[in-house]
T-cell receptor
Framework: EAGVTQFPSHSVIEKGQTVTLRCDPI?????LYWYRRVMGKEIKFLLH????????ESGMPNNRFLAERTGGTYSTLKVQPAELEDSGVYFC???????????FGPGTRLTVL | GEDVEQSLFLSVREGDSSVINCTYT??????LYWYKQEPGAGLQLLTY?????DMKQDQRLTVLLNKKDKHLSLRIADTQTGDSAIYFC?????????????FGKGTTLSVSS
């Protein structure tokens, strides 16, 4: 069974540009999460989808971040315009019944110069 | 507030036991988790413990939970060089299934031969 996949694995962009990250959850998982780890700090929750609906987006830093999950399958996280402090590793996770384990993807390392 | 604290570094010799400690604040957490991140890889779930348990053992791993003190520990017996990684403690937010996780900053375990 394929795990959670994320694309790209690395992205280097300049301040002010736009970047879109993609996450493909494990097939059949209705819950999808985005997290971010800024270097040396904790992994912080960004938002949580149940199918295509945003269940909790309390962790989104500001309105430069837009997450979508059209059709309840894969999800995208767009940062527009990117700022220096957005640099970090963005992790995606998914879970299905019985919901006691979140499976994480390898992460996308975003560097904003 | 919600906060998970871990020591940042631990250095042990091969064959010794490693103990990584964590404190958390949300007494309503249902599950507590230990994740491992090897260099360049995603987060791998090592083990988790349900909040009504005191201990869980899985091969070389022993998890101890002191709910009164909100203290969680991970003991790795006979530590090997392949155990070198970052270990993250995490708690689930609240009691509903599928809720997001709160992570600590991670403990970097260094195993020398």
């Amino acid at each position: 069974e394929a795990g959670v996949t994320q694309f790209p694995s690395h992205s280097v962009i300049e301040k002010g540009q736009t970047v879109t990250l993609r996450c493909d959850p494990i097939s059949g998982h209705d819950n999808l999460y985005w997290y971010r780890r800024v270097m040396g700090k904790e992994i912080k929750f960004l938002l949580h989808f149940v199918k295509e609906s945003k269940q909790d987006e309390s962790g989104m830093p500001n309105n430069r971040f837009l997450a979508e999950r059209t059709g309840g399958t894969y999800s995208t996280l767009k940062v527009q315009p990117a700022e220096l402090e957005d640099s970090g590793v963005y992790f995606c996770a998914s879970t299905g019944p019985p919901y006691n384990e979140q499976f994480f993807g390898p992460g996308t390392r975003l560097t904003v110069l | 507030g919600e906060d998970v604290e871990q020591s940042l570094f631990l250095s042990v010799r091969e064959g010794d036991s490693s103990v990584i400690n964590c404190t958390y604040t949300d007494s309503s957490s249902t599950y507590l988790y230990w994740y491992k991140q090897e260099p360049g890889a995603g987060l791998q779930l090592l083990t988790y413990i349900f909040s009504n348990m005191d201990m869980k053992q899985d091969q070389r791993l022993t998890v101890l939970l002191n709910k009164k003190d909100k203290h969680l520990s991970l003991r790795i017996a006979d530590t090997q060089t392949g155990d070198s990684a970052i270990y993250f403690c995490a708690e689930s937010i609240g009691v509903q299934a599928g809720t997001a996780l709160i992570f600590g900053k991670g403990t970097t375990l260094s195993v020398s031969s």
